[in-house]
């Protein structure tokens, strides 16, 4: 008598002959780990944001501040735990540290969904970010003791609104448009919701007031220019090698705008095209791709600068406002392949930097076309001395807006058609 196998089973034998042991292996896995995260209910979806936190902009109106034209201020600054090497912190952390030159008393509230203890956090912030002077406190055990406060994102605009003591002016520094990190759905509509919440707007770039005046029909109420770490990330001398060779990617795997899988199929392309060319990967460490790749781990500045020295081109991917990695690969002499995007394309006008279609195909064909280009050295040492706009600039017209507004004086931003006017 014929047994007949279950279906499964026969159709895992017929896995087995067509493709091997290793591809049937990691199908398993696959369906193992599927079963097991619905069993456990670690697919549910979870809120960066408390429930209670949750505000709309009909329930957010404040009676407008008294000004304090008078004695220096203290200003509080919400933002997420921060993990080293974060972008958006250091540049969010800039702003704090030149309102402590200026002599303003700044304190960080930290903003933990899972938890109101903070001081875990405070090593990796004055390791990391050692200029900083500000006090750390959890935003969720009250913020009294400030005249302005300063959100760093959507979730941490929810939370001003919601949680700032009467009297405070609130402040909302936009470094992206965070609607566009989500599909249309709840954590759009409330990342959406944040800019009607009644905090004064202060955008960096003007890409996004742009797209807040397109997607809203209402501009940030101030911008302020887009710098660059030049003291940091400049041409060295000695130079760290005798030759540049190689490419490089910042991987950020979790964070989808950065195009974490169209930066993996294009250095597997570039690869096939120059194989002789070295793949230099830092931030997120990669495994199990199919080529020859240098993982670099996190990186201080310094060390990151000498890898850009070392380097004739990065690859620099992002769907929404242009990341901090262009500008600096551009200050050290090392030319950026950027993704052909509307909403980073009119930031960054430099000659230097190499824009392609947003495929694989596209962005491999033009990192090749920039590592086989002679003349390599003159050209890196001919990018890097062109003059670039340093965070100083940004820094101190961020530092006027916020001393100027909570004075109750408007304030013209330089270079820009928009006047920081009393919000």
Same mark, same amino acid.
């Given at each position: 008598?014929?047994?007949?196998?279950?279906?499964?089973?026969?159709?895992?034998?017929?896995?087995?002959?067509?493709?091997?042991?290793?591809?049937?292996?990691?199908?398993?896995? !696959?369906?193992?780990?599927?079963?097991?995260?619905?069993?456990?209910?670690?697919?549910?979806?979870?809120?960066?944001?408390?429930?209670?936190?949750?505000?709309?902009?009909?329930?957010?109106?404040?009676?407008?501040?008294?000004?304090?034209?008078?004695?220096?201020?203290?200003?509080?600054?919400?933002?997420?735990?921060?993990?080293?090497?974060?972008?958006?912190?250091?540049?969010?952390?800039?702003?704090?540290?030149?309102?402590?030159?200026?002599?303003?008393?700044?304190?960080?509230?930290?903003?933990?969904?899972?938890?109101?203890?903070?001081?875990?956090?405070?090593?990796?912030?004055?390791?990391?970010?050692?200029?900083?002077?500000?006090?750390?406190?959890?935003?969720?055990?009250?913020?009294?003791?400030?005249?302005?406060?300063?959100?760093?994102?959507?979730?941490?605009?929810?939370?001003?609104?919601?949680?700032?003591?009467?009297?405070?002016?609130?402040?909302?520094?936009?470094?992206?448009?965070?609607?566009?990190?989500?599909?249309?759905?709840?954590?759009?509509?409330?990342?959406?919701?944040?800019?009607?919440?009644?905090?004064?707007?202060?955008?960096?770039?003007?890409?996004?007031?742009?797209?807040?005046?397109?997607?809203?029909?209402?501009?940030?109420?101030?911008?302020?220019?887009?710098?660059?770490?030049?003291?940091?990330?400049?041409?060295?001398?000695?130079?760290?090698?005798?030759?540049?060779?190689?490419?490089?990617?910042? !991987?950020?795997?979790?964070?989808?705008?950065?195009?974490?899988?169209?930066?993996?199929?294009?250095?597997?392309?570039?690869?096939?095209?120059?194989?002789?060319?070295?793949?230099?990967?830092?931030?997120?460490?990669?495994?199990?791709?199919?080529?020859?790749?240098?993982?670099?781990?996190?990186?201080?500045?310094?060390?990151?600068?000498?890898?850009?020295?070392?380097?004739?081109?990065?690859?620099?991917?992002?769907?929404?406002?242009?990341?901090?990695?262009?500008?600096?690969?551009?200050?050290?002499?090392?030319?950026?392949?950027?993704?052909?995007?509307?909403?980073?394309?009119?930031?960054?006008?430099?000659?230097?930097?190499?824009?392609?279609?947003?495929?694989?195909?596209?962005?491999?064909?033009?990192?090749?076309?920039?590592?086989?280009?002679?003349?390599?050295?003159?050209?890196?040492?001919?990018?890097?001395?062109?003059?670039?706009?340093?965070?100083?600039?940004?820094?101190?017209?961020?530092?006027?807006?916020?001393?100027?507004?909570?004075?109750?004086?408007?304030?013209?931003?330089?270079?820009?058609?928009?006047?920081?006017?009393?919000?």
């Amino acid at each position: 008598m014929t047994t007949r196998l279950p279906a499964t089973t026969r159709l895992a034998a017929d896995r087995l002959r067509r493709d091997g042991w290793r591809a049937l292996a990691r199908t398993v896995a !696959a369906k193992a780990a599927t079963v097991a995260t619905d069993r456990w209910n670690l697919t549910e979806p979870t809120l960066p944001l408390r429930e209670e936190d949750i505000m709309d902009s009909r329930s957010s109106l404040r009676n407008s501040p008294e000004p304090k034209t008078a004695g220096s201020l203290n200003v509080g600054w919400i933002c997420t735990p921060p993990a080293p090497g974060s972008g958006g912190h250091t540049t969010f952390f800039r702003m704090v540290e030149e309102m402590e030159q200026r002599g303003h008393h700044c304190t960080l509230f930290l903003y933990d969904t899972n938890d109101d203890e903070v001081r875990r956090h405070e090593d990796t912030i004055h390791s990391h970010w050692p200029a900083l002077r500000a006090g750390v406190r959890s935003a969720t055990q009250g913020m009294e003791g400030v005249d302005a406060i300063v959100a760093s994102s959507w979730p941490t605009a929810h939370v001003a609104a919601r949680r700032a003591p009467a009297g405070v002016r609130l402040f909302y520094f936009i470094q992206d448009y965070e609607p566009y990190f989500y599909p249309r759905g709840f954590l759009y509509a409330l990342a959406e919701e944040s800019y009607r919440l009644g905090l004064t707007t202060i955008a960096l770039g003007p890409m996004i007031s742009d797209v807040m005046r397109n997607e809203l029909g209402q501009p940030a109420q101030a911008v302020i220019p887009y710098g660059t770490d030049t003291a940091t990330y400049r041409l060295l001398s000695p130079a760290p090698a005798a030759t540049r060779t190689g490419v490089v990617y910042y !991987a950020k795997k979790k964070v989808d705008r950065r195009g974490y899988l169209l930066a993996k199929l294009t250095l597997e392309r570039f690869h096939s095209l120059r194989p002789e060319q070295e793949i230099h990967i830092y931030g997120d460490t990669v495994t199990g791709w199919p080529i020859p790749v240098t993982n670099h781990g996190n990186l201080s500045p310094t060390d990151l600068n000498v890898l850009y020295n070392q380097t004739i081109a990065g690859l620099a991917i992002s769907f929404t406002n242009i990341s901090l990695v262009p500008d600096e690969l551009l200050s050290a002499g090392c030319v950026p392949v950027l993704n052909e995007a509307a909403f980073a394309s009119g930031l960054l006008t430099d000659p230097d930097a190499v824009w392609a279609p947003a495929t694989p195909a596209g962005l491999a064909m033009a990192l090749a076309d920039v590592v086989g280009t002679p003349g390599v050295e003159a050209r890196a040492a001919a990018i890097a001395g062109r003059k670039r706009l340093d965070w100083a600039d940004s820094r101190q017209t961020f530092a006027q807006l916020i001393e100027s507004w909570c004075a109750g004086q408007p304030f013209d931003v330089p270079g820009s058609s928009l006047r920081g006017a009393r919000p």
